[in-house]
Structure formats: C-alpha cells, structure tokens
C-alpha cells in the first residue's frame, strides 16, 4: 500500500466519527446533539480542510495564493465540480452535499459554525453537534479523494472508510474500482 498521509488522516477522523455512532444515532431527530468528541472531530476535520484546501488550491493552479476559504472557493469551482459531489452515510442510507452552497458565492454553514467553536466556543458550543460534524467530515472525504486525482495519483486509497462512500447512484462518491473522479475543468 503507498503511503498517503491525507487519506490516513481522514480515515482516522472517520473511524473516532464512526464510535460516536454507538451513542448517537445518525439520524436528523439527532442533528442538533453536541459534545466534546463532536467539537474534537469538528476542528480537526476541519482544520485538515482548511491544509487540503491549500495543497488541492496549488495542485490545480501553481500561480494560486490561497489565504483562506473564499480564496480556496474561488479556486477549486474554477477547476472542478466538487460543489456537485454527494457522499452516502452507507449504514444510515443519508445523502450528504457539504459543498452545495459552493455552487453560489457561500462558504458551507459547517464552515461557519467550525470558526464559531474555534473561536468562541463559550459561546457557540452548542454548534460542534452531530449536523456539523458529519458534514466536516463528508467534505474532508470529497477534499482527499480530489486532491488523490489532482496528483495524479494511481494509488488505491484504501483501506475504505467505515461510513462514508457511496452506492451505484450517479453523482455518489465512490471508491470501488472504475469510479473516476469528474475530470478537471
């Protein structure tokens, strides 16, 4: 197996994800749960975000300077249709798109809400809950496996995730062999 230190990150942030499924249910009635293993998973998926991005920003354009996430925005719409990825939460059948609201001039709300907890998580602890997370989460899994293809890579990311995937639907991430990353503009 080749070493690839951004898929082994995100597949240790899905694995300590998926444990809090055997105390939280991922279903919406639960969205708004939050916690300290919530508000942990929710920095460190995205703080690896806001270092994917960054790479992913010079991988598709050497002449970027990206500072931050309109900056990384700007530039990965511009060369990809990662704001169109959908990832399946496989066990619990739920469609996440943590990168829609890409699609127009916004950051996604889990982006928000990240900053809120980092910064002023006395006052917006209650925003590291399950919604935010699983999304943090979602967007790091479509962030890994683009910047997989952005150097191109020909190396398996495997082991798979537990959770995260995607079925035979068109417009699913997908990992099993034959799924291609939606070429570059």
Same mark, same amino acid.
């Given at each position: 197996?080749?070493? #690839?230190?951004? /898929?082994?990150? !995100? %597949?240790?942030?899905?694995?300590? !994800? ?15 749960? #939050? =916690? ?8 460190? =998926?995205?703080?690896?975000? &806001? ?8 991988? %598709? ?24 990825? *959908?990832? %399946? ?6 469609? @996440?798109?943590? /990168? ?9 709300? /889990? /982006? ?17 809950? @399950? *919604? ?7 967007? +790091? $899994?479509?962030?890994?496996?683009? +910047?997989?293809?952005?150097?191109? =890579?020909?190396?398996? %990311? ?5 959770? +995260?995937?995607?079925? =035979?639907?068109?417009? !699913?991430?997908?990992?099993? &062999?034959? #799924?291609?990353?939606? &070429? $570059?503009?």
């Amino acid at each position: 197996m080749t070493s #690839y230190p951004y /898929w082994q990150y !995100f %597949l240790a942030i899905e694995a300590d !994800f998926a444990a809090t499924t055997r105390y939280v249910e991922i279903c919406s009635d639960n969205y708004k749960t #939050y =916690s300290v293993e919530y508000a942990k998973l929710l920095l460190a =998926s995205a703080s690896e975000i &806001d270092v994917v991005c960054k790479i992913l920003c010079k991988k %598709l354009d050497t002449t970027a300077n990206p500072g931050n996430m309109d900056d990384y925005r700007n530039c990965i719409v511009r060369h990809t249709a990662l704001s169109d990825e *959908k990832v %399946l939460v496989r066990r619990y059948n739920i469609e @996440l798109e943590p /990168w829609k609201t890409w699609k127009g001039t916004c950051n996604p709300p /889990w /982006w928000s809400n990240y900053n809120k907890v980092k910064h002023q998580r006395n006052q917006y602890y209650t925003e590291a809950n @399950l *919604k935010n997370c699983i999304n943090s989460v979602a967007a +790091l $899994f479509i962030l890994v496996i683009y +910047l997989h293809k952005a150097e191109r =890579s020909n190396a398996r %990311l495997e082991p798979r995730p537990e959770l +995260l995937g995607r079925e =035979s639907e068109p417009g !699913f991430m997908l990992l099993e &062999d034959g #799924y291609t990353v939606p &070429d $570059f503009r």
